[in-house]
């Protein structure tokens, strides 16, 4: 990896890694979302791109199970499968058939994502722009708005739950005299507001924190090769690069891997506590 410094320095090189092509409602200048009806095409292409590849990959695989002499790629499968499937045994009370397909997919799908930032910062958006495409960010999770709307749409499900298992009027009287009984019912209101929606919160910014600050650190790390590296320092610069550049990859896989987990888990969480009496609330 290298980074072009010419006419804008280190700043600008990291401001154009960082910008979504934003069609739409985008201001002209900066380029960034100026209204509701902004779309970053990227994070959409490549989010529904590795939606596809699971789907196609499922689809395949289980076409050619073979249940006595499995391949390789069949067992690695199973063994994620089996393990999602303990987490949720583990972590969710009661029964519900749609929970561990739910977690199998977020797992999956949030560590493809979360894998894109793995491959060098300057290959995509380069080979863009020979197609005319000036901006490209190639890791949906460093994008809040997916970080987002992945964790609306499990809050939708714990909401939607919630209200299934305790009734509305349950649902309702959580908010009135939870967490101090009926003597603090504002107190409460407020409480359980806001604790409700750190759920969603949580999800999102933990998420897009962890890999928008991995992003950033391959972008410095990249700085070393095109602000550094010339003439003989090269011979310096260059190999301490590679160096950080594998240090922090093979320690961002570990991140990577971690932040599927845990949007999983929580994910899984949410919704055991959704499907949790009022009782046992």
């Given amino acids: 990896m290298s980074a072009d410094n010419s006419g804008g320095g280190s700043v600008a090189y990291i401001q154009h890694h960082l910008t979504n092509l934003c069609v739409g409602d985008c201001d002209p200048v900066t380029h960034q979302a100026a209204g509701f009806w902004a779309f970053h095409l990227d994070t959409i292409f490549f989010s529904v791109l590795l939606g596809a590849l699971i789907v196609v990959t499922s689809w395949r695989l289980g076409r050619n199970l073979q249940a006595d002499t499995p391949s390789g790629f069949q067992n690695a499968v199973e063994s994620i499968v089996e393990f999602v499937a303990q987490q949720v045994k583990d972590t969710f009370p009661g029964h519900n058939p749609m929970i561990a397909p739910l977690a199998l997919t977020i797992f ?142 093979i320690f961002h896989l570990l991140v990577i891997t971690l932040q599927a987990f845990i949007f999983m888990v929580l994910t899984i969480v949410y919704l055991g506590m959704a499907h949790t009496s009022d009782e046992e609330h």
């Avoid at 060098?120 to 863009?128: G, K, R, S, T």
């Avoid at 997916?146 to 739950?161: G, W």
């Avoid at 209101?189 to 950033?216: D, Q, W, Y």
């Fill in 108 to 249: 999956v799908w949030v560590w493809l994502m979360n894998f894109m930032d793995l491959i060098p910062v300057d290959l995509l958006p380069e080979l863009a722009k020979w197609f005319g495409i000036e901006y490209l960010k190639v890791v949906p999770t460093t994008d809040l708005n997916a970080t987002l709307a992945m964790s609306l749409t499990v809050f939708a499900l714990i909401l939607f739950y919630s209200i299934k298992v305790k009734g509305l009027s349950g649902y309702v009287k959580m908010f009135l005299f939870h967490p101090f009984g009926k003597f603090f019912v504002p107190v409460n209101i407020v409480m359980t507001t806001i604790e409700e929606l750190a759920k969603p919160l949580s999800l999102a910014l933990r998420l897009f924190g962890n890999l928008f600050a991995g992003e950033l650190v391959f972008l410095l790390i990249a700085l070393i090769g095109g602000t550094m590296a010339v003439g003989f320092a090269a011979a310096f610069w260059l190999p301490l690069q590679v160096l950080l550049d594998l240090g922090w990859l």
